[in-house]
């Protein structure tokens, strides 16, 4: 079995059927393009929201920054790093995300993922969770199917962490409701579940199917 506490994209969102694929040397790699990559256009869902630098963002949010440096530790101790000195944030500012990535030497980038935080009522900043790339393409894909309903509601207050206390590790809640994100990886197709609630009705449910894939690497166990 791989090394579940170096693979810790495995266990920052619900995934399932893990131990069908890390056998052996296989090793999970995707190939998502960067979450800023400007090549995506529409279809990159971070496009909506606002970018900053981190020095504008922890200037402006200082309580941020100390949140930040917390939870960032245990991320590094497993090799990620900072995929650029920015941030993404929400209209009312109450939601930053800050991208990282896994990078090895011998097969160049393996995870992509968001930190998530949210300032709560007291204007406090707390770590809410980690969102991958198998997470953002599917909430991409939410996000097209729903458009229909764009000009009645605001769809980012479905699809993205709000700053409240989180309970569910396969989702999270968000202002209008909940967010439940179970991913399967397989060596041939990798397909992520998603279903959006509001309260306790399920507004939106579907199984994505990955439009990206799983290599095997004999370098790293």
Same mark, same amino acid.
């Given at each position: $079995? ?7 994209? +495995? ?33 990159? +869902?971070?496009? /909506? ?25 245990? &991320? ?17 500012? /109450?939601?930053? $995300?800050?991208?990282? /990535?896994? /990078?090895?030497?011998?097969?160049? !980038? +393996? ?7 949210? !300032?709560?009522?007291?204007?406090? &900043? ?20 729903? !458009? ?29 409701? =909940? ?11 990798? =397909?992520?579940?998603?279903?959006? !609630?509001?309260? =306790? ?7 994505? +199917? ?12």
């Amino acid at each position: $079995m791989i090394d579940l506490t170096r693979r810790n994209f +495995i266990k920052n969102v619900g995934f399932v059927g893990a131990t069908t694929l890390f056998c052996g040397s296989l090793l999970a790699q995707n190939t998502f393009d960067n979450f800023s990559d400007s090549k995506n256009g529409e279809n990159n +869902i971070l496009s /909506h929201f606002s970018k900053s630098s981190f020095s504008d963002t922890f200037l402006l949010n200082p309580s941020l920054l100390d949140c930040y440096n917390n939870a960032i530790v245990n &991320w590094e101790k497993t090799g990620y790093v900072s995929s650029g000195n920015y941030c993404y944030s929400s209209l009312d500012g /109450h939601l930053k $995300m800050f991208p990282l /990535h896994l /990078h090895t030497d011998s097969t160049g !980038k +393996i995870d992509d993922v968001l930190l998530c935080f949210g !300032k709560n009522s007291n204007g406090e &900043w707390k770590s809410l969770r980690s969102l991958s790339g198998f997470d953002i393409e599917a909430l991409t894909v939410a996000l097209k199917d729903l !458009k229909i309903y764009s000009n009645e509601v605001n769809l980012f207050d479905y699809l993205f962490p709000a700053p409240l206390q989180q309970f569910n590790p396969y989702g999270f809640n968000t202002k209008k409701g =909940s967010v439940s994100l179970q991913t399967l990886l397989a060596q041939e197709q990798t =397909s992520t579940k998603i279903i959006i !609630k509001e309260g =306790s009705n399920i507004v939106y449910q579907k199984e994505v +199917i990955s439009q990206h894939r799983f290599v095997a690497n004999s370098l790293l166990v």
